[in-house]
């Protein structure tokens, strides 16, 4: 198991307010005020990540780019030299497909270049490497689930990514080999802001080209104030993205 993967699960919600409670527990009688800040950080951090309305507030924060307008995606041909789509993880060994498969995230956005590709005939590049280190990549996920399900074709297959900055170094590799400087760049909502900066980092134009936005009303029944099991992992995609975009400009130039 990578050491960045454990640390990343250890620290962010909902490890680190686990944490949180069990520390609560073992200083109940050495240090009880400690304990009870603990207890109720910690609580309350659960409380407030299983809400849906944190979703909706949180996502509108970290959503920055707009989406693209229907009417603007046959004009993408004359603005850039290919689709990019970053990989979101798989699922191993469905039943029903009797192999590992995109996961739902990893959908979503090959669904929306597939959409994007068919409307302005630019050529797609998918991104991203082994899971864990298992064979097959994301990309060859990716580019399997386009030509099989959507009957669009998959010029590049970027392998070799384990991270977001390795997506847009291994990409713009490739990219540039070819004479592209300006991607069309496909990726969740949330997510884009952080791509966005380790694709012009690289030397990329980008035309930002979001999908699965969060940020929208939660049509929740009590405007999304009880907690829902869906709300915790939505909430832990926000942190994952708020710390990478503090992280990632310290750690690359």
Known sequence: MPIRYFFKQLLLPPGGLLILVLLAWLLRRRAPRLAGLCL???????????????????????????????AQWPGLAGQAGAIVVLGAGRELADAAWGSDQPSHLAFERLRYAARLARASGLPILTSGGLHYGRPPSEAQLGGEVLQRD?????????????????????????????????????????????SRWCFEQNGLEVIAAPVGFLGVANGRPLGGWLPEAKAVWQNSLL?????????????YR
């Open 40 to 70: 109720a950080v910690g609580l309350g951090g659960l409380l407030a990540m299983s809400l849906p309305v944190t979703v909706e507030w949180g996502a509108r924060a970290l959503e920055r780019e707009p989406a693209l307008v229907e």
């Open 150 to 194: 959507f009957g669009v074709p998959v010029r590049w297959l970027e392998e070799r990514s384990r991270t977001t900055w390795e997506n847009a170094v291994y990409s713009a590799q490739m990219l540039r080999e070819a004479g592209i400087e300006r991607v069309v760049l496909v990726t969740s909502a949330v997510h884009m802001p952080r």
């Open 239 to 251: 942190l994952n993205e708020a710390a990478g975009m503090l992280v990632y400009p310290l750690l």
